[in-house]
């Protein structure tokens, strides 16, 4: 267990009491300054506080220096003999102070006298110091004068917190009236005084309404009006009990009991009492409320038990001067420890960190902060399991001794914050190797927030320009109106994924199609979308080519059924009449020669014709 000196820990608190140094108040002591300068001849003064790891200059008379590090400040050693005045009279001789950076530099100190600013108590709130930068010597009525001043420097002090405190007091005091005020009210409590010597009871309006009435319908009252109000079979008790708090035999008056409201009926009250300059004065409770509300606070106390074992939140106090420690029973629970076989402390919690967190937890948990709550994680090793914890402390800035804080299991969420990271990082390399160009959006600002690859390389921008650009800076002037109609149907089906065919230009200001294949982002709180961008412009030449074909082929197809069937029809009719007429004279017989043979060219020109189409498709 780690301790601070327990006297240091009074002395710092008693220092934290005095700061509290105003601007009128720094001027007497910058004037106290100029006069130990003149007293003791020496060009330069300070008058400090001794801080946790500071001298704090409230003075620095021909010296500009603010504060200093203790552990080379000359003043360190009077914490150890206070008694006497530090007096070195040449820096440079003396071995604890030869290599002192403030010997060594800036300013130079070679005669140094510090004169202890000591406290009733005994402590040392800081000191009045003359600094030369010559060896020299010191009188003793000059040591005398000096200690004066010192003395004096301390009576400001005194005044000073003084009139500190008074004003604290008196906010104090107002702040308590307010709470008791707000206390009052929330409370559902009604307060009461009765002056003894005149007999008269005065009550304020929360208990003039417990009974239904406004509070002047109730003044003025005395202690006989007041107990006839009292139930009938409640009088004994309530007359017994008051006789016995006159009587000594309890330090407050305390009574349950019965009083009637303005409409006849009947409401319990718990009465509290006692006497002050010889005016008793104290509150009714409507404890009709108070009896239900005890039990709802059992059940919430029950609930937030439950709630701390759900949340695997569990309680510490340490006490650094005492070694007092403290650990609730859920602590137990999360170490798997048995409360009645194993004891928990500090050196058992130091000896399950994990190794690796060992020097950060020593670190964070031992040491104070300017804030006064912290919180960091750490592991601990538990029957072979890694477990996370975040701890959560806090301490006084005027006890820093007493640390009080939480330790919460949080291992399921740090589990799943890491799968959280895994995942999106195996999301992102999916999206950064798809082959496909892809981009996210920002479906308001339509600006471009991520971009893989696949898009640098296709579109030939950088990331770095991709991520300036909007979705308007990848469409041609004549295509933004078709964007922008776009956006607001997608804003309408936010959640739908969206397909079309749109053109899109590159950095080299080439065109191209694409198709758009849009959905929203899940998770995303500000209208993102991811994009993928489906280059089809050789698809779509691949589909025109096809296209082509199917109409030459449609055409041969034509000439085929109709153009080649002319010919063929008139060589057929030809033939038959050869056939049924073998008696032909020479001229008929050249005449049917000659048709044949033309017929045979034209069916050879429509042959030649279908030929050069059909290569025309494989070309």
Known sequence: MYQIEEREVKRLKCVSSYRSVNDST??????????????????????????????TFISNYGINLKEIPREEAFCEHLLKNHKNPLIVENAHLDERFVNNTYVVGYPFIMFYAGFPIITHDDYVLGTLCVI???PREISQQQIDGLSLLANQILQIFELQKKSHDLELSKAQYKHKSERFSNIIEASNVGTWEWDLNSGNVYFNDKLAEMLGYDLYEMQPETKDSFTARVHKNDVELFEKTLTAYFAGETDFYTCEYRLRDKKGGWVWILDRGRTVTWNSDGTHADITRRKVDSRKLASTNKRLKIAQKIAKLGYWELNRLTNKEFWSNQIFEIWNINPGVQSFNYTYLISTVHPDDLHQFKAKFQTETSKSESSFHFRILVDGKTKWIRCSKTFKLSNPAHIEGTFQDVTSQKMLKLSLVESEKRYSDLFQLMPIPSFVYNLETLAITEVNIAAEKDYGYTREEFLSMTLKDLRPQDDIKVLMDAVIRTKKEIGLQKIGVYRHKRKDASEFKVEIHSNQLHGSKNFSRVVMAVNISDTLNYIKQIEDKNARLQEISHVQSHVVRAPLAKMMGIIGLINEDFDLDAEENKMFLTEILESAKELDKIIRSISNKASQLNS
């Not at 002591?29 to 001849?41: C, E, G, H, K, Y």
Request: proline share 3%; charged share 25%.
């Open 26 to 55: 720094k001027q007497d002591f910058d004037q106290i300054a100029r006069v130990a300068a003149i007293l003791a001849d020496m060009p330069s003064v300070l008058i400090s506080f001794m801080d946790v790891t500071h001298h």
């Open 132 to 134: 030369d930068h010559k």
